[in-house]
């Protein structure tokens, strides 16, 4: 099966067992610097000498990205492959942050590793 969604799949969606075994996240989820709601709180952050990126845009976008890694594992027996295709991941100082919230998994930029992986039956 293939589900394609858009941000909105990230809340109130439970796909239990093999049915969901990849997610695929095609940037990170940062809230657009148009929002209303965001540029009220990130002046609001300004005005009490904060920092909005640090305070504001990254928390938000750190619970988003793990809402969504959420979608794949549901419970104990739950296993699959996520590729977030962001380099900012990587490439950007902040990219420890999203990487230090999600759960211990083994990591790997080598597609042939995740395909492998995927290939093994799961337990059940």
Known sequence: ALLVATSSFWEGVDVRGDTLSLVIIDK??????????LKARMEDCRLRGGDPFDEVQLPDAVITLKQ????LIRDADDRG?????????????YGA??????????RTRDIARAVRFLAIPSAE
């Open 28 to 37: 990170l989820p940062f809230t657009s610097p148009d929002d209303p709601l």
């Open 68 to 71: 969504g890694v959420g979608r």
């Open 81 to 93: 492959v996520l590729v977030i295709c962001d380099n900012r991941l990587v490439m950007r100082p």
């Open 97 to 106: 942050t999203f990487l230090a919230s999600l759960p211990p998994a083994p």
